[in-house]
C-alpha cells in the first residue's frame, strides 16, 4: 500500500507562485507513474500534469500547459508541482496521485491511478 501525503498549497495572489509537493511511503516510488489532479467545488476531479516513472517525460492538460511544471524530486519518493502564474480558475484542492504501468506508459484518467493523497487547498484570488 502506497500512501501520499500533498504539501506546499496555501493562498496566493493571480499572478502568483506556489510549488506543491508530493510524498510517497513507498521506497519504490521512483518505479511508478505520478500525477496531479484537481477538484474546484461543485466541479469533477480534473487531470493537471503527469510524469513517467523515469522523469523523462511529462503530460500536461492544455489549461495548465507553459505555466505548470511536474518534476520528481531529488530524494527518491517526492514529487513537486510547480505552478506559475497562478489564475482564480486554478482554485481547487490539488491531488497527488500514483500509478504503476510495466512499460514507460503515463495515464491521463482518474481511473488509471491507484493510489491518492488526501489533497492541498490552492486558493488564488483576483
Known amino acids: 500500500q502506497v500512501q501520499l501525503v500533498e504539501s506546499g498549497g496555501g493562498l496566493v495572489q493571480a499572478g502568483g507562485s506556489l510549488r506543491l509537493s508530493c510524498a510517497a511511503s513507498?521506497?519504490?516510488?521512483?518505479?511508478?507513474?505520478m500525477a496531479w489532479f484537481r477538484q474546484a467545488p461543485g466541479k469533477e476531479r480534473e487531470f493537471v500534469a503527469a510524469i513517467d516513472w523515469s522523469g523523462g517525460s511529462t503530460y500536461y492538460a492544455n489549461s495548465v500547459k507553459g505555466r505548470f511544471t511536474i518534476s520528481r524530486g531529488n530524494a527518491k519518493n517526492t514529487g513537486h508541482l510547480q505552478m506559475n502564474s497562478l489564475k482564480p480558475e486554478d482554485t481547487a484542492v490539488y491531488y497527488c496521485a500514483a500509478a504503476s504501468w510495466n512499460s514507460d506508459y503515463v495515464g491521463t484518467e482518474l481511473g488509471e491511478y491507484d493510489y491518492w493523497g488526501q489533497g492541498t487547498q490552492v486558493t488564488v484570488s483576483s
Open positions: 513507498l521506497r519504490t516510488f521512483s518505479s511508478y507513474a
